[in-house]
């Protein structure tokens, strides 16, 4: 029994030093390849083996092949409702949607101004005049 603890333990070992060495090409069963720096920092890679065959991107999975795809086709499958506008995914028909109901689910907290998407809301914070930015609040008062 101890024996073959030890060997799945050597077969884990051999595994991980086959992630960690750059020149070695990834295994097709490695979802994740980490890749250690000369200067002893590390990354950990999602290999990207979904390739377009109109652009030659290339994607992690085939989910974000597909939905790459309908930039080409022009295919946009998620219909608003309400304007007929129409979004390749539903993500975008979803922040859309905040349009015509008013919603505005993101706050700033320093000075409670409202918006509907988290972009606007980081372009607002590094704009805000009335928020409380790197300068202390001192200097907000000069």
């Known amino acids: 029994m101890a024996q073959g603890h ?15 060495t750059e020149g070695s090409p990834p295994k097709k069963s490695l979802k994740k390849v980490v890749v250690i720096e000369q200067n002893g920092s590390f990354q950990l890679r999602i290999p990207k083996n979904f ?12 989910y974000h092949l597909k939905r790459h795809i309908l930039i080409h086709t022009g295919e946009k499958p998620f219909e608003c409702d309400v304007c007929d506008m129409r979004f390749i995914q539903k993500y975008h028909l979803e922040r859309h949607k905040r349009v015509h109901s008013g919603e505005k ?3 700033c907290e ?3 101004q409202s918006f509907s998407r988290t972009d606007r809301l980081l372009r607002h914070k590094r704009m805000c005049q009335g928020c409380p ?10």
């Open 6 to 20: 030890r060997k799945e333990s050597e077969k884990s070992r051999s595994r991980k030093e086959e992630e960690t």
């Open 51 to 62: 390739i377009c065959e109109h652009c030659y991107g290339a994607f992690r999975s085939s």
């Open 105 to 107: 689910p993101y706050q």
């Open 110 to 112: 320093r000075c409670l």
């Open 133 to 142: 930015s790197k300068a202390s609040d001192s200097q907000l008062l000069l």
